[in-house]
């Protein structure tokens, strides 16, 4: 991928979100995407549509991976 200059004018300017932003105030919001994921996964299985059910998997275990690192961040 060309980076142009104003994509990298654009990245530098505009912070991407990271994880430095994420708090305690946001694990049910996190917790809440997970149990959705979750649903989302046991309709696809009982539809037989299995196609984005392994990368719900990994986003359920990143989300989690997330809310730990946010609270051991905190103690």
């Known amino acids: 991928m060309k980076l142009t200059k104003s994509f990298i004018k654009f990245r530098r300017t505009h912070k991407f979100k990271t994880m430095n932003k994420l708090d305690k105030s946001q694990i049910p919001k996190l917790g809440s995407k997970i149990n959705q994921l979750k649903k ?4 696809a299985e009982q ?7 392994e990368f719900r998997k990994m986003r359920i275990n990143k989300i989690k991976k997330q809310i730990i690192e946010i609270l ?4």
């Open 40 to 43: 989302r996964i046991n309709r």
């Open 47 to 53: 539809n037989g549509n299995i196609e984005k059910v």
């Open 72 to 75: 051991n961040k905190k103690k």
